[in-house]
């Protein structure tokens, strides 16, 4: 059964730091593109970076300079490093993985999505 399990999340203050990770089991991860999505106040999934499997990285602007995608397929997981956070960066953080062999950050991409992890920056 393929599954993606986000884990990582918690609270952190402005200009903080943290390091989500994305397990997976099920399939081989080295094999396929992952990305990482956040939910929008209007309830929709914002992508924000994807990892191909060959190690090409690739990120909207909003994140750019400021999180870090890497994976590590011997333990099945892709993480995002997340600096410099801010009170107006939403909330839930999802991974998904990709059927295309290119980087995409297209929700529509993607498939097999976690359940989320809370990321909380207080004002």
């Known amino acids: 059964q393929v599954r993606l399990v986000e884990s990582g999340g918690g609270l952190v203050q402005p200009g903080g730091s943290l390091r989500l990770s994305c397990t997976a089991s099920g399939f081989d991860l080295s094999l396929w593109a992952i990305g990482w999505f956040r939910r929008t106040p209007g309830n929709e999934r914002e992508g924000i970076s994807c990892?191909?499997?060959?190690?090409?990285?690739y990120y909207a602007d909003s994140v750019k300079g400021r999180f870090t995608i890497s994976r590590d397929n011997a333990k099945s997981t892709v993480y995002l490093e997340m600096k410099s956070l801010k009170p107006e960066d939403p909330d839930v953080y999802y991974c998904?993985?990709?059927?295309?062999?290119?980087?995409?950050?297209?929700?529509?991409?993607?498939?097999?999505w976690g359940p989320g992890t809370q990321v909380t920056v207080p004002s």
């Open positions: 990892i191909t499997s060959g190690g090409s990285a």
């Open positions: 998904a993985r990709s059927w295309r062999v290119g980087a995409t950050i297209a929700p529509a991409d993607f498939g097999s």
